[in-house]
């Protein structure tokens, strides 16, 4: 079974925005069995768009088009669908509920640009974007599928992870591709592939490994192929177990676990809280914490201290630490996170000091010299980090280090 | 004259690696005033990179390709080349002394696959690559250009810019392609089609308008094409002018400005300060403020109170407030920017609070509902937004409604 990503919109072919959606929609047919051929970015144009479908059907059994269906005039995929596939635009009533349902809170009536959103071709199935006004569209054509999605990535997201892929499953016997991915934070790629050599080396030829790093997170993922769907799990399973206790307590989780809900899992468990101080992270480890929903059971709240004056005075680490060891320093990250465990009245608490960049780094203490401390009632550790020197990027990995400590220290306790 | 760019590469197709590399090339292509008709990706495979080049030759005059061209045994983009194009590979001193060079702080001697690399088509003109040992490649064939460049962005920005873009605008004439884009907060696509459809409909046939909206974002982009770059300049100047004041100040910015940095230049300006009271933004805010560089400037830090013990305890919200009306409501909210502005002691204030979902919503108050308050010394200013019902999207759009309400204020201040 094969397949192409068609991505349309003027706005990727002049360049103003990254195309982000083919690589989503690609991991998720691969990872379902479907091989991809060819992504094609086409202009808003009609000649492109069937120009390029004319070229993917020659190959490709599935043909799969995100972007152009917005209520604005530029967005032209449905008309040109429309007139690809012979079909005439009819009002859909489902889907006209639905939209009317989404813009309720709106005041005033339903504008013509939102009816217009309803009017679907009458020979292709429609597929329900819960979180917009643009359906999907699945049109089938001499032996070949075509589905047409939004643009926007998370209305995009949802309808290929909850629509398009059980769709495609249930229709094809799809060969057994099973992937198993490891989650890391805290170990270099180099040094764990260095520490996992032989492991690796070691792995029969129906499984293959790709390291996936990004700020802060390691990813390994295990892929396994074959005709028998059990033994490859099987096969799978085994050798993650080895993986697995070679890495030890870096592991935090596997697939698509995110590290701030492990954390989160934990304190539920436990009945637990956190508080955090926040310093060069600005903000970053709260909204991670708070990006879980049902995080309001376990997080108190913060206070960000990017300034001195809100680290004594709301902080209340002492003007003199600050002055003897500067503000980013052992001293002073120890000094926040006991003290806002005990002024927010929670189990744990995390702090960060940390110089962000690109500015204010001296020889001694460079951009990227970051000291983070987690702390229970009875534990303080602090340990220093040198991100390096993109701001963006070690403010992200201050943070995801910040939820690992905090992740081992809970474990611990 | 026209261009089509093909980006290649396993790692693009299975979805492991998001393809940046043609966004840069669009926009420098673009900004030369070379039309881009499509955008392709294909595996390191020899029928799909010649298969793709068959199809782009037919429409475009230049052909960009990326990557493939590593030491590495999976990297085939010179050697299809090399028989595409009927070259033999010969080794080029040039390269061969470059490479040396490259790898003369490494012990021992050039390896087999180093030498290789400097080993090139013969009927190409070589770029050579300062940053890396994979050198462009510039073929003529039959009135068409073919350039192939390295994967490797920072090596291929580097020869796009100084190589490729230069030697094409020496070559052609080529047309004026500019485009101005207008950021806008505050304002729904739909409402904003409605405000400026007269303008939109009397502008010249040289402008098209694109609208790119995002989380709290709309972006309107003007794009103009002529052959006087200054009278393409003047007209996009004109109905921009035009444009911006139909919308008033709810426009925040031009091209690449980024709405926080936007507020942190209004504040270094009038050496003001700011601190913020986050409930259900939950840290967002004081992410975005503090992701620009220099923003300790300005910003003194923030309280996120996400249980409404800290609402009382650290800001001083009256429990009888929080009873009588709710946490999420504008006496709450006016409570929490008052007391914050206070508490740190700064020119202004932001508060949030709101139900980000996906539980805790009610027939009156349902997911979404968020009260933001901005306060000054003498202004305080409260507004109800309902954001929908995705916690990830309320939470960033109420930030930037947030950092657009800020805006406003100080600029009436």
């Known amino acids: 079974m094969t397949s192409e990503i068609i991505t349309i919109g003027d706005e990727i072919i002049i360049g103003q925005v990254i195309d982000t959606n083919s690589a989503f929609i690609a991991t998720s047919l691969n990872e379902a069995g479907i091989e991809v051929l060819k992504i094609t970015s086409v202009p808003d144009k009609k000649e492109s768009i069937t120009g390029a479908l004319n070229i ?25 669908l429309a007139g690809y596939f012979k079909s005439h635009l009819v009002l859909n009533k489902d889907v006209l509920e639905h939209i009317k349902k989404l813009i309720s809170h709106l005041p005033g009536k339903i504008s013509e640009r939102n009816m217009k959103q309803a009017e679907l071709p009458d020979n292709c199935k429609i597929i329900i974007n819960n979180y917009g006004s643009a359906s999907g569209m699945w049109f089938e054509d001499k032996g070949k599928i075509f589905i047409s999605l939004p643009g926007v ?8 992870t909850n629509d398009i892929i ?6 094809f016997s799809l060969p057994a591709i099973i992937h198993k991915t490891i989650l890391i934070s805290g170990v270099a790629e180099s040094i764990m592939a260095d520490k996992i050599k ?6 029969p030829p129906m499984l293959k490994l790709a390291y996936l790093p990004s700020p802060g997170i390691l990813r390994l993922r295990i892929s396994g192929t074959g ?4 033994k490859v799990r099987k096969e799978i399973e085994q050798q993650s177990d080895k993986l697995i206790s070679l890495i030890g307590d870096d592991v935090f989780g596997y697939d698509d676990d995110i590290l701030e809900e492990t954390v989160g899992k934990l304190l539920v468990k436990r009945k637990q809280t956190v508080a955090v101080a926040e310093s060069c992270t600005g903000g970053k480890i709260s909204e991670l914490i708070t990006s879980v929903a049902g995080s309001s059971l376990y ?15 709301i902080l209340g680490v002492s003007e003199d630490t600050i002055e003897n060891h500067g503000a980013v320093s052992e001293e002073v990250v120890r000094a926040m996170a006991v003290n806002i465990r005990k002024i927010y009245n929670t189990d744990y608490a995390v702090a960060t000091s940390g110089i962000a960049g690109p500015t204010g780094g001296t020889s001694k203490k460079p951009v990227g010299t970051t000291w983070i401390c987690v702390a229970s009632e009875d534990k303080v550790i602090a340990r220093k980090y040198n991100l390096g020197k993109q701001r963006g990027r070690n403010i992200l990995k201050a943070s995801i280090s910040s ?11």
């Open 166 to 171: 059980p769709a495609l499953k249930e229709r």
């Open 227 to 230: 005709i028998s769907r059990e």
């Open 153 to 160: 990535s998370y209305e995009m997201n949802a309808m290929i």
């Open 403 to 413: 939820l690992n400590m905090l992740r081992k220290l809970i474990l611990n306790n």
């Open 56 to 80: 993917a059907r020659k190959t490709a059994d599935i043909i799969i088009m995100t972007g152009g269906l917005g209520p604005t005039g530029d967005d032209i995929t449905k008309i040109t």
């Open 299 to 313: 997080f108190k709240g913060s206070v960000i201290a990017y300034s001195n004056e809100i680290k004594t005075g």
């Open 198 to 203: 032989d492991w690796e080396e070691g792995l």
